[in-house]
């Protein structure tokens, strides 16, 4: 039963997409029909209208693993991909032609004659145009383009009271692999290469190795076994993991490769006089309470790092006592948009703490914005990253 709610609350920004796209299309189809005294063309609007809701739905349905499993090859996937893609450009050019129309109503008609009405209605036009393309051309950057700029990102992150020995330790993060059709193994080696040459002190692997049980469980780990680190190698497990249903696996076949996960476990490592103590968690549902047992890994004159895939726990964590909490599962937002200073992206809707550094007290939590991708295969105003935290006494 845990499963099945955690399945269902997985489908919920899926579920708004699909709802509002409908509503959206709906809306202006019956705008362009009342609009339109033609038969011929409203039957076309009206045969369009249907096909989109088809195809919008087909992609929906897609997103049940159950359907998938049923189904064989890439091409699911890839129609998945596809079609969820449609969706999301469905509601953009709803949305845009709806603006558009307000745009028009809200100014008064200015006549004018002869050419300069012909240049102004060709302008409108070229405008237009170009205000549809812009999110085909958005969407297919970020597919194309950013979601294969892997890129190093560096921060530090103050601790007070940190011991001198622990002051510029290194900490090397990758998560939210999701290695499929979309995330190649060749992307995997670049990404670990990539890490490896921080000459970390610690590596940290925060979940999501893959998406679905039909992904290359064993090819991501195999990947991983390549990741070093002076200290070894340690990482917690992401909702993925359990909707493929392989926590056990990952666990045992990751020890064999040299990764150890730690589920509701600490492990403490020592640099010269001082310690470090990473303590690791399964991913936290959101119906239920957050870090349950978890403040009783805390180790006394340590610095205390959580990891957990869902950040939406820092605020416990904080009050638990952990100095530092490394997670991913937001993607950056993966797709984010910048409107008038706001940035809207659906990650905003289950968590604030979506990408970089947030702090509460004498708490910090880092939230990376990974690897892979889900449900669109396009990166757009959140890069993928591997990450590199530096240690500072505050």
Known sequence: MKRVVERL?????????????????????????RSSR?????????????????????????????????????????????????????LCWAVTYLALRL??????????????????????????????????????????????????REHEIPIAGLHEDLNGLRLVQITDI?????????????????????????????GDLITSTRDPLDSCL?????????????GCLGNHEIYARAEDYVEQAGARQGLRIL????????????????????YQRMNKPYLEGAGRLIAPDACNVMLSHNPDVFDVAARQGYDLTVSGHTHGGQVRVEILGADLNMARFFTPYVDGIYRKDKSAIFVSRGLGTIG?????????????????RA
């Open 9 to 33: 609350v997985s489908w919920i920004p899926d579920l708004v997409l699909f709802a509002l796209a409908l509503l959206a299309q709906g809306v202006v189809m019956v705008a362009m029909l």
């Open 38 to 90: 033609s038969k011929p063309r409203r039957a076309l609007l009206m045969c369009c209208c249907g096909i989109s809701s088809l195809a919008m739905t087909a992609g929906f349905v897609l997103r049940s693993g159950l359907v998938l499993r049923m189904l064989h090859g890439n091409g699911p996937i890839w129609a998945r991909a596809v079609l969820f893609a449609w969706t999301l450009l469905v």
């Open 103 to 152: 745009t028009h109503r809200s100014f008064p008609n200015v006549r004018l004659r002869g050419r300069f009405q012909s240049t102004r209605r060709n302008f409108l036009r070229a405008v237009g145009s170009a205000v549809y393309a812009a999110p085909v051309a958005a969407l297919g950057y970020g597919a194309i383009i950013q979601r294969r700029d892997i890129s190093l």
């Open 178 to 206: 999701h290695m499929s059709a979309f995330f190649s193994r060749a992307e995997l080696d670049y990404a670990i290469a990539m890490a490896n040459e921080t000459r970390a002190q610690i590596a940290l692997v925060t």
């Open 222 to 234: 195999e990947g991983l076994k390549a990741l070093r680190a002076d200290a070894g190698v340690f």
């Open 263 to 282: 589920r509701g476990t600490n492990a403490t490592v020592r640099f010269g006089n001082a310690r470090l103590n990473l303590a690791g968690v399964d």
């Open 376 to 392: 669109i295969p396009a990166r757009l105003g959140a890069p993928p990253e591997v990450t590199l935290l530096r240690l500072r």
